[in-house]
């Protein structure tokens, strides 16, 4: 069965404090690993896509690396404004239409 | 581009009630799916569609729960009737094909007494 494991379930950091957050997943095969952040009361929003072991993006201060086991989630010098739930899902090769299963999240807190 | 648009933002209604949450996805997108969310469960998938065709209804919980698609722009999901652990937030989604990301609404945050 598809699963997805994100740790930590929460993680407090100090303004300018790097660190990762981590997603393993277990898939048959892996079609794409994406990577959300989700703001209180609003829908997920769209970060990244990963297809392949190697792969890295980057954006701002987020860097996404991608194992065949687990996906990182780096933030470099993290503001307040980074704080959100961060999540990320896999969708398998072959999986009929293509469903796409989430990890339960990590919740991110930044103080200045 | 609006995005995904979702209505109601909050709808709070009595157990046995019957309760319809619609959706529009993003023009052009194909591909249009329904997850529930909650502390306890994360994100759930419940159902989705590709070209208005149902694909998988496996996470629906059970009968009282129906989603149909008529058109390429428009989505509703019906629970009838409505019980108190039904009480989540629910999420449309769309995109464009196969691999490509998911694009979500801001969802309607369920409640039922």
């Known amino acids: 069965e598809d699963q997805v494991t994100q740790s930590p379930e929460a993680l407090r950091l100090q303004e300018g404090e790097s660190s990762s957050l981590n997603c393993s997943y277990t898939?048959?095969?892996?079609?794409?690993l994406f990577w959300y952040r989700q703001d209180p009361g609003k829908g997920p929003e769209f970060l990244f896509t990963?297809?392949?072991a190697g792969e890295e993006k980057e954006k701002e201060r987020l860097k996404a690396t991608l194992t065949k086991k687990e996906s990182f989630l780096h933030i470099t010098a993290p503001k307040p404004e980074d704080s959100a739930t961060y999540l990320c899902?896999?969708?398998?090769?072959?999986?009929?239409?293509?469903?796409?299963?989430f990890g339960q999240g990590t919740e991110l807190s930044v103080k200045p | 581009d609006a995005g995904v648009i979702q209505s109601p933002r909050h709808e709070v209604t009595e157990m046995g009630q019957e309760v319809t949450l619609r959706c529009k996805p993003i023009s052009g997108h194909n591909s249009l799916f329904w997850y529930r969310q909650t502390m306890m469960r994360g994100l759930e998938l419940l159902i989705y569609?590709?070209?208005?065709?149902?694909?998988?209804d496996s996470g629906m919980p059970e009968d009282r729960f129906s989603a149909k698609m008529p058109n390429a722009s428009f989505s509703t999901l019906k629970i009838q009737p409505s019980e108190p652990r039904d009480s989540a937030v629910y999420f449309c989604a769309s995109r464009t094909g196969w691999g490509s990301p998911l694009h979500f609404g801001n969802g309607t945050r369920l409640t039922v007494t």
């Open positions: 569609f590709n070209n208005n065709v149902p694909i998988d």
């Open positions: 990963l297809y392949s």
């Open positions: 898939v048959s095969g892996l079609r794409g």
């Open positions: 899902a896999v969708q398998a090769v072959g999986n009929q239409g293509g469903k796409l299963i």
